[in-house]
């Protein structure tokens, strides 16, 4: 695992990297989001009971598009706390395409890769000499596959830094999850409000 993240980073930045190249790769936003996690497949309810709470902090480069419609990479990282199950530090990088609409409206969603960080909420034990023994876990690393869509209208259009409101739902899986004991993969749903300021339009 730890040399899929060697890899993945690597990847991360070669493709940011080649993308800066080819266009004025610059930074235009960046947002924060609340979220709910859920461990399920995509559905109508956006919250479950208990709520598993989170939050995220992300940014968006554009590197193509025109006035209506961006293509651009929305690296960020995030946390869920899931009591019953575990808790968990999400980073990913999808790359995203939006179109807006002239009345400020924008529909959007996007692919990506990442990395999943989970820890486990329950205690774990290791049998040592016929005893048990508390073990002392920093926690498993995962790969993910995600997409997702999302709505978004902007305010403050007429000034420098205008901003955005936006509410998006994303589908997830976690995977090698538990392969040893025929669990490969475990899906994941996270609905999320937030609010993005601009740098640049």
Not at 17 to 22: I, R
Not at 127 to 154: C, E
Not at 161 to 184: K, R, W
Request: contains cysteine; hydrophobic residues 40%; glycine residues 10%.
């Amino acid at each position: 695992m730890k040399h899929f993240v060697i890899a993945f980073l690597w990847c991360c930045s070669f493709t940011t990297g080649s993308v800066a190249q080819q266009q004025s790769f610059r930074l235009q936003s960046i947002s924060f989001s609340l979220l709910n996690e859920n461990v399920s497949f995509p559905a109508a309810m956006l919250f479950e009971n208990p709520i598993h709470p989170g939050a995220s902090l992300g940014a968006v480069f554009p590197f193509a598009g025109n006035k209506n419609s961006s293509f651009g990479i929305h690296p960020a990282v995030g946390f869920y706390l899931h009591r019953e199950h575990e808790n968990g530090i999400l980073l990913s990088s999808p790359v995203e395409y939006h179109y807006r609409f002239n009345f400020g409206l924008a529909i959007g969603g996007g692919i990506g890769i990442g990395y999943l960080h989970t820890i486990s909420n329950q205690q774990e034990f290791k049998l040592d000499n016929g005893t048990y023994k508390k073990l002392i876990s920093l926690g498993q690393p995962q790969f993910v596959v995600n997409t997702g869509i999302d709505l978004s209208y902007k305010f403050f259009k007429s000034r420098q830094h205008p901003m955005d409101v936006f509410a998006g739902y994303s589908f997830l899986v976690q995977l090698p999850y538990a392969a040893p004991v025929g669990i490969p993969l475990l899906p994941h749903t996270i609905f999320q409000i937030g609010t993005s300021w601009y740098f640049s339009p």
